[in-house]
């Protein structure tokens, strides 16, 4: 998830967004904290808004930082 963070946000958003889904809450943490580099952009925003609600409270902590 490293090289998606550092990639642009087009190609590299939509696949995050899409391991907020999967079973694995660490999948879901790295998703979380490869989506924080490009918070600027709003369907990154949008997908940690979502990640807000996950049932794993490290991926919500995580997910709260966008907010700051």
Known sequence: M???SA???APA???LAGALGD???DVRKAAVLSL???R???AARTALAGAAGDPDADVRAY???AAR
Do not use: T
């Open 63 to 65: 997910a709260s930082r």
């Open 40 to 42: 600027s952009d709003v």
């Open 2 to 4: 490293a090289e998606l």
């Open 13 to 15: 958003v939509p696949a």
């Open 7 to 9: 990639a642009a946000a």
């Open 23 to 25: 079973a694995n809450s």
């Open 36 to 38: 924080l580099a490009h």
